[in-house]
């Protein structure tokens, strides 16, 4: 889900760019290895990244400074890793930023943080395990769905900590919960909604193109 633009206090907006620049510098890098590496790779990445383009345009209100929708980044941290997910997203939220007014600039490094880089650093630990016990499709529907849900749980952090509800700890964790409560109402059937695309996306091509089936084998 996007914070929207002004939202964020101005030192918060800078310390999410902050920690969110290298992690993107690095899928930059990243990235350009795989294309470098892998001619072919070109149009599987150009795909995921519309994926995640339209899924993350589909915003639904859900409360002042903030939208709920799909993130689509599962898809791609599956078959490209955390790294390239994250520098991939940030060239989809630049753009919608830009042109379609979804999110913001001063917004975009918390955006990123969320979106970019939590929410997928935790569905590929997610899949990583699972596909050790179940098949591609399954184990993409977990990595998505968690893709979703932890980038709601941390955006619902981002906006505690820079509106927290008291003083202390306990201002921003009771933040935090009033935050992810009212976004949980329409952000956790979205996120199985997801899950269950991207589940069906992934079983497509490892049927049709047997080297992406070899990249998402993992060794028992």
């Not at 799909?70 to 490209?80: E, Q, S, Y």
């Not at 590929?124 to 399954?138: D, P, S, Y």
Request: proline letters at 5%; a positive charge.
């Amino acid at each position: 889900m996007h914070i929207m633009e002004g939202f964020l206090p101005p030192h918060w907006a800078v310390l999410w760019y902050v920690l969110a620049a290298p992690v993107v510098a690095y899928g930059a890098y990243r990235t350009w290895r795989i294309v470098s590496d892998r001619r072919d790779a070109k149009a599987l990445l150009a795909v995921v990244a519309a994926f995640i383009f339209v899924f993350s345009a589909l915003k639904i209100p859900s409360i002042v400074g903030s939208t709920s929708h799909p993130t689509g980044t599962g898809l791609a941290v599956v078959l490209f890793g955390p790294a390239v997910t994250a520098f991939l997203s940030t060239i989809v939220l630049l753009y919608q930023a830009l042109l379609l007014a979804h999110g913001g600039i001063s917004t975009l490094g918390a955006n990123v943080f969320s979106m970019g880089i939590v929410g997928p650093t935790a569905a590929w630990l997610v899949f990583l395990l699972a596909r050790r016990r179940t098949t591609i499709a399954r184990s993409t529907f977990l990595a998505a769905v968690v893709a979703n849900l932890v980038t709601y749980l941390v955006t619902a952090g981002q906006l505690a900590i820079a509106f927290p509800a008291g003083e202390g700890l306990a201002g921003v964790l009771a933040a935090a919960v009033n935050f992810a409560a009212v976004f949980a109402i329409t952000q956790v059937p979205i996120a199985f909604v997801e899950g269950a695309i991207a589940a069906g996306v992934i079983g497509y091509l490892a049927e049709v193109k047997t080297d992406v089936k070899s990249r998402l084998e993992v060794p028992a």
